[in-house]
């Protein structure tokens, strides 16, 4: 009987762990790769674009100025190339210009000089009364000396009558 009994007793024991590990499913834990970590690209800032280098005058944007024979009197294309001139200074506030007067072959060298300065004079004058800065403007007269066209006839002698436009500081 005993065994019987002990017997019964395990039996009742296993149908008991039986029923109780059959009764509660377990969990089982799935094994999960977990998900793949998603780095935004390091956003730079874009460095501040350098603004443009300021315009800068040319002495090559100035008109030239000519002049008739034994004249220092502004003709009407001469007040047209100051026009234009005096646009460029007003572009340009801090410009400061230097106005050459020259003249043909013709003549002695104390007339030329003579007759430069009063081209020159007569090209600022007119700037000034634009409205451009007298301490903007000076003048030099070179006479006969420097000739833009070298020759002895009327189309040198007439590119020779001219002032013009030096820039002396921006």
């Known amino acids: 009987m005993k065994r019987i009994s002990i ?5 009742v024991f296993l149908i008991t762990a039986l029923v109780v590990s059959c009764g509660k499913p377990k969990k089982v834990q799935e094994e999960t790769t977990p998900p793949p970590v998603i780095t935004e690209p390091e956003i730079k800032p874009e460095p501040e674009p350098t603004p443009p280098p300021p315009p800068v005058l040319k002495e090559s944007q100035f008109v030239t100025v000519y002049f008739d024979f034994d004249k220092f009197n502004l003709r009407s294309d001469a007040r047209a190339a100051l026009d234009k001139n005096f646009n460029l200074l007003q572009e340009f506030p801090n410009a400061i210009i230097k106005i050459e007067g020259h003249c043909d072959e013709r003549g002695t060298i104390e007339y ?4 430069g300065e009063k081209r020159a004079k007569a090209a600022m004058d007119y700037l000034l009364g634009l409205g451009i800065n007298q301490a903007r403007i000076s003048i030099i007269s070179y006479g006969k000396e420097r000739p833009a066209v070298q020759g002895s006839n009327e189309n040198a002698w007439a590119k020779n ?3 013009e436009f030096k820039i002396i500081s921006q």
């Open 7 to 11: 017997l019964l007793l395990l039996g």
């Open 112 to 115: 030329n000089l003579s007759l």
């Open 161 to 163: 009558r001219r002032c």
